[in-house]
């Protein structure tokens, strides 16, 4: 299961859809549990966030 991180911005549902496309199982959370148990993380969005590399 790949986690998309709902933090209130970005456009999740095309996300989503495209990651459904090429046969990914996904969960849209903010939840910490369902981020620890994803086997990938996706951080959608456009641009640079401030302290992440």
Known sequence: ????IDYGMGNL???EKALQYVGCTTVIT???????EASGIVLPGVGAF???A
Request: aromatic share 0%; glycine share 12%; hydrophobic share 55%.
């Open 50 to 52: 401030a302290g992440i």
């Open 30 to 36: 903010s939840s910490p549990q369902q981020l620890a």
């Open 13 to 15: 549902g095309s996300v």
């Open 1 to 4: 299961m790949i986690a998309l």
